[in-house]
Structures are given as structure tokens and as C-alpha cells.
């Protein structure tokens, strides 16, 4: 199982997270598993230091909840927090710890977010800021790719130190980007109305650049998005018109492949269906064969493992879900939105054929 995998199983977890009342039941849950995905053996006393003693000033026996150790030296001092815990209140602590170690890394997490640190501005100093932070129910694969240097197979303090200031200034700059695009500054705003605007940018005119800036942005990101969804839609459905070449449903007549269109509307719809299944299923096994009345949607290409069908070529639109016993009921929708309002039983159907 590859680190994404086990990631995934943590995050699970987490769905769980109200049974858990206290910090050391969060470690236990959610930390410790983590550690272990690492590759770190948290019940090696010469590899993962529970309670790790770090003296501070003349404050002689404060503890840090582990610290791993390579080659008989600490290397990443982990505080820990419950789950509940807002983490922007305690890094404080880290700092102090971090200060009189020779650990070259700091990591804080409640169990759900986890923040690593380093000390890129003033050596010996921990930063701040994070260079790496995540929410594991949420982390991305370029997340995951920069999480895998902390492997114990992969760790090398050296080269995380070279990627890690750019990644701290690269976080930055999305969150500055994220700011100025929602809520653009009179800086920001000037800096384009000045290369569109004819003539002095006044207070009235930065005014209405301001809401036209933000009009602006929010139709090119719309845009933008509408573009990449056209363009995924469009190789979905050629790859999967090629897969469906190959493997023709038997209710499907030679004779009537000629009058098939897949329609725009239906790799939308499919792309819904995978959006709401792949909560408990991996993506890829959510396939599609389209047929002249109808678009049937599968669990791994089987036609034995329909999951639904969708009827969107006539004056109406409908839905068909499949009970335990394979009956199909017809659900009237207006739009393809409805289709969410079917999560349950779709979901529900899924877990009959994984049974």
C-alpha cells in the first residue's frame, strides 16, 4: 500500500473524530498511525522518542510529545494537540522546543492538520510559517509527493531544506493571490484600471475598478473552469467510446451502434454519478456504456454492477436506480443537479455489490 493509500485510511478515520475526548486518544487514532505511514516504527524507543525531554532555559524537564530520531540525533520534533485544538495557539510552543534542538524539522498537528516547519529565515530559529501544511481529509497529490522526502527510505534533511523555502514562498504567494482575487486591494485594482483606463485613476474611478476587477476575475476563472470541464468531458468520452467499441453490451444491436451520440449532457451526468461514488470507491471503477435510449452507468465495466441509468434524450429526464433485487424506478429530474439529491441510494447500491 503506497502513501496516498494509507493517507486515505487516516482521513477515514477521522469521520469518527467526535468519539475521540481527549489528546492522547487523538494520537493514538490519528498521529501514531500517521508516524507509521511515514515508515517510522513508533514503538522503537531508539527511533520515535515519546515524551522527549528538552530543556529550556532554566525550565528543566518540558517534554515534547515525540522526536524521531536518525543516527542517534533528533530530526523532527512532534507536538502534538487534540483534534479539537486550533494549532494557531500553540505553535508558540513548538518554537521554544525547536530552539534548543538539533532537530532541523518542527511538526504540529492536531491529528487532522499538520504543519511542518523549519528554520529557512535564521538558522537555529524556527520560522513562523509553515513550508508544508495540509489537512490530511484534504491533501493533494503534490502534498503527498512533498510528504513522501519525510519517509524514513527517503529523508534526507539536506535536499527538504533546498525545496522547502520555495515551497514556504510559493505558499505565500497562493495565499496572497487568494486574498487579492477575492477581495482585490486599491494597489491591486490600480495596477490593471491604469492599463485599461484612459485617463487618471481617481477615487470614483478606482471605485468602479474595483467591482469591475472582481467581475473580471470571477468570469475568467468561470471560464476557465468551463474550458478544462469541456476538455476532461471530451477525453472521457473518447476514451471510453473506444473502450465500449471493444466490449459491446449484448443489449446493444450491432446494427444500432451507427445511431449512438454520447452527448455532452451525459458525460456530465456521469461525471456527477463518479463525483458522489468515488467518496467510497476509488474513480477508475466507475465506467459508462451508452446505449440508444438510454446511459447506463457500472461498478468495474460489469454489466451485472449497474449503478444507475440515465435518460436524458427525451422531454423529459429520469434517473433509474436499482433496488437489491435489480428493479429498476424511474426518478424524474429537471436538471442534472437533481442527480445529487440521490446520493444515498446510490451510495447504498454500491455497498450491495461490495458485499
Known amino acids: ?8 485510511l487516516i482521513a477515514d478515520r477521522t469521520k469518527h473524530k467526535d468519539n475521540i475526548q481527549t489528546e492522547e486518544a487523538t494520537k493514538n487514532a490519528f498521529i501514531m498511525p500517521f508516524l ?3 515508515g517510522y516504527d513508533v514503538f522503537n524507543p531508539l527511533e520515535v522518542v515519546p515524551e522527549f525531554v528538552a530543556d529550556i532555559g532554566i525550565k528543566k524537564g518540558e517534554k515534547i510529545d515525540y522526536a524521531i530520531f536518525k543516527d542517534g540525533n533528533p530530526t523532527i520534533l512532534v507536538e502534538c494537540k487534540d483534534w479539537r485544538q486550533n494549532l494557531n495557539v500553540h505553535d508558540g510552543q513548538l518554537l521554544r522546543y525547536f530552539h534548543v534542538s538539533k532537530a532541523k524539522f518542527g511538526l504540529l498537528t492536531n491529528g487532522i492538520v499538520y504543519r511542518f516547519y523549519s528554520d529557512l529565515v535564521m538558522p537555529n530559529k524556527m520560522d513562523e510559517k509553515p513550508f508544508l501544511e ?20 527517503n529523508f534526507d534533511a539536506e535536499s527538504i531544506v533546498n525545496t522547502a523555502s520555495e515551497m514556504k514562498f510559493m505558499n505565500e504567494l497562493k495565499h496572497l493571490l487568494n486574498k487579492e482575487l477575492t477581495e482585490p486591494t486599491p494597489e491591486f485594482v490600480k495596477y490593471f484600471a491604469k492599463q485599461v483606463y484612459p485617463s487618471v485613476v481617481t477615487a470614483r474611478v478606482l471605485e468602479q475598478f474595483t467591482e469591475l476587477t472582481k467581475k473580471s476575475i470571477q468570469q475568467y476563472i468561470s471560464d476557465l473552469i468551463t474550458e478544462r470541464l469541456k476538455n476532461a468531458l471530451s477525453k472521457e468520452g473518447e476514451k471510453n467510446k473506444s473502450e465500449s467499441s471493444n466490449e459491446i453490451s449484448a443489449e446493444q444491436n450491432l446494427d444500432d451502434i451507427s445511431k449512438i451520440n454520447t452527448t455532452e449532457e451525459e458525460l456530465e451526468g456521469f461525471l456527477i454519478v463518479k463525483t458522489i461514488l468515488r467518496q467510497n470507491i476509488p474513480a477508475t471503477r466507475v465506467t459508462y456504456r451508452d446505449a440508444q435510449s438510454y446511459f447506463a452507468i457500472f461498478l468495474d465495466d460489469n454489466n451485472r454492477k449497474v449503478v444507475c441509468r440515465l435518460y436524458l434524450n427525451g422531454g423529459k429526464k429520469y434517473i433509474g436506480l436499482f433496488d437489491e433485487n435489480k428493479k429498476e424506478t424511474k ?3 429537471e436538471t442534472l443537479d437533481d442527480i445529487f439529491k440521490f446520493s444515498i441510494e446510490l451510495l447504498k447500491t454500491i455497498e450491495l455489490y461490495e458485499k
Not at 503506497?2 to 486515505?8: A, T, V
Not at 495540509?134 to 527510505?153: G, M, P, R, S, Y
Open 1 to 8: 500500500m503506497d502513501l496516498k493509500d494509507q493517507l486515505k
Open 134 to 153: 495540509f489537512n490530511i481529509t484534504e491533501i493533494k497529490d503534490n502534498q503527498v509527493e512533498e510528504l513522501k522526502k519525510f519517509h524514513k527510505a
Open 36 to 38: 507509521q505511514s511515514l
Open 331 to 333: 426518478n424524474e429530474i
